[in-house]
């Protein structure tokens, strides 16, 4: 079974300040890994993916993430957060012998100006 | 721009009701897929789909039913619905493979009196 642990309820971060929000998994063979971003009342929008290749992808609104294979991670990350950055945001996982994503619980980030 | 509609954004619906949540995706894709979402637990998946006609059940298919009649339409249906099916659902649609993005609807949140 594939699983994806969202460590942190809540990250709080000032304006300007980077931020990390923090994304491990579990599953068999080679990861397919998503980060998806939810603003209030609203769908879920694709931010950034990893498939294979670099290490480190870039995204939607400055966001990036980094694989790491060893660590079973894949961090999300900004250099300089935004009051607009505050949302929900959900990691996710598969496989390429998968036609489904399993979603972590979600970490609400809040940036206060 | 993909486009995933779902019918209602808000429903209010009583105990023991049929209700019928509706979700039409506009890119031709072959995956359809229907999740709760609730605080604490995150995205769960009901069902999906891969195909006309076919259908898969997810993580939490109890209670829940679903039809898929045409590639653009995936319907979720609550025999009977309970208190405990007040949630948030969301539809979503991807490309068969797994490397590609799911694109979600805007979410149908709804109540169980």
């Known amino acids: 079974a594939q699983s994806v642990a969202q460590p942190e309820d809540q990250v709080n971060v000032a304006e300007g300040n980077p931020l990390t929000v923090k994304c491990t998994y579990s599953v068999s063979g080679n990861p397919y890994l998503f980060w998806y971003v939810q603003y209030p009342n609203r769908g879920l929008q694709f931010l950034l993916k990893?498939?294979?290749?670099?290490?480190l992808v870039k995204g939607s609104y400055g966001f990036e993430a980094e694989f790491n294979k060893s660590q079973t991670s894949f961090h999300l990350k900004k250099p300089s957060a935004l009051v607009s950055d505050s949302a929900l945001y959900f990691c996710a996982v598969t496989n390429s012998g998968y036609s489904t994503l399993t979603f972590g619980k979600g970490t609400m980030l809040l940036v206060s100006p | 721009d993909v486009k995933v509609t779902q019918s209602s954004r808000y429903l209010v619906k009583r105990t023991g009701e049929k209700v019928f949540l509706e979700c039409v995706q506009d890119m031709d894709h072959e995956n359809m897929f229907w999740y709760r979402q609730d605080p604490g637990l995150g995205l769960r998946l009901i069902y999906f789909?891969?195909?006309?006609?076919?259908?898969e059940k997810g993580d939490i298919p109890e209670g829940y039913s679903v039809s898929r009649e045409k590639k653009e339409r995936f319907s979720l249906i609550l025999e009977s619905a309970s208190t405990n099916q007040t949630s948030m659902y969301l539809c979503?649609?991807?490309?068969?493979?797994?490397?590609?993005?799911?694109?979600f609807g805007q979410g149908t949140r709804l109540t169980v009196v």
């Open positions: 789909s891969y195909d006309v006609k076919m259908k």
């Open positions: 979503a649609s991807s490309l068969l493979s797994t490397a590609t993005e799911a694109f």
């Open positions: 990893y498939i294979t290749g670099d290490n």
